[in-house]
């Protein structure tokens, strides 16, 4: 019961993160509202019993992803044409896209799904028997993952010091 | 509703919040941050099916997407600076020329 209290908790903290990121002004405060969801899910992914993915959630996304991000928009000078106006002229266009979307996922959620729930289960999700898993399965994604991330190091280089860069 | 068709609402909610922001907002950074909230909304939706019915695999895939999504703002960083240094502004308006 409490477990289904934080759950409910978590995604109304999770979705008034998101609708402060639609509303605020300034970038930095849409950041601090996307670390807030972020984080919020990391609660609902430990309520649910997967803390392995919990874990990764706050130090990937909140650790890396958006240090970084905060990073460059202290970098930035933000205070530019997009932050006297915040909406572009697409947004009733937008608008009208995210509820089509939104009413049409929402017609597919409405029947159920015919998979037999396995709920508080953890087992495979406890550290211990996914590192086993992962190292002795999943190495080989493993090793493919460091190759990318050494392409994507590669790739922001050659973006920063390409053609546009030479007079920086 | 049981709990995975909560779940599943709810990162239906965050992805068309996330869409809705790519498509209205007009600060770059903050379009980048709006394309992370959809990749939560997905990734919220794939970690409810692995605790119904997976097992390790499910977590070692949510792994493996984190890491590619850490990837991907590695590269799109750049490359709004790299915008940025050329027009001076982050309004995704000043762009408009790159259009096909």
């Known amino acids: ?15 008034a993160g998101a609708l402060v990121m639609l ?54 000078d933000t205070r530019d044409t997009s932050f006297v106006a915040r909406y572009s002229h697409l947004l009733l266009p937008g608008l009208l896209v995210a509820a089509l979307l939104a009413a049409a996922l929402g017609a ?8 037999a729930p396995r709920w508080g289960a953890g087992g495979d999700f406890r550290l211990q028997p996914f590192s086993v898993a992962f190292l002795r399965d999943y190495w080989l994604q493993f090793e493919l993952t460091s190759v990318l991330l050494v392409i994507a190091v590669v790739a922001a280089i050659a973006v920063i010091k390409g053609r546009g860069g030479r007079d920086g | ?69 850490a990837a991907e703002i590695a590269i799109a960083i750049p490359i709004v600076l790299l915008l940025v240094r050329q027009r001076r502004t982050l309004d995704i308006g000043a762009y408009a020329d790159l259009r096909g």
């Open chain 1, 1 to 15: 019961m409490t477990e289904t209290l934080w759950l409910y908790a978590f995604s109304a903290a999770a979705v």
């Open chain 1, 23 to 76: 509303i605020a002004r300034h970038p930095m405060r849409v950041a601090v509202a996307l670390i807030g969801t972020m984080l919020s899910l990391a609660g609902i992914y430990a309520v649910l019993g997967v803390h392995v993915i919990a874990v990764f959630q706050v130090l990937i996304y909140v650790g890396a992803v958006m240090v970084f991000m905060v990073f460059v928009i202290m970098m930035l």
């Open chain 1, 108 to 115: 597919v959620l409405a029947h159920r799904i015919g998979v």
């Open chain 2, 1 to 69: 509703m049981d709990r995975t068709q909560f779940l599943l609402a709810l990162s239906v909610a965050l992805f068309c919040l996330g869409l809705l922001g790519v498509i209205v907002r007009r600060n770059a950074l903050v379009m980048l941050m709006c394309m992370e909230l959809m990749v939560n909304g997905v990734v919220l939706s794939l970690v409810a099916f692995a605790a119904r019915g997976g097992g390790a695999a499910g977590a070692a895939l949510v792994f493996l997407v984190f890491v590619v999504a």
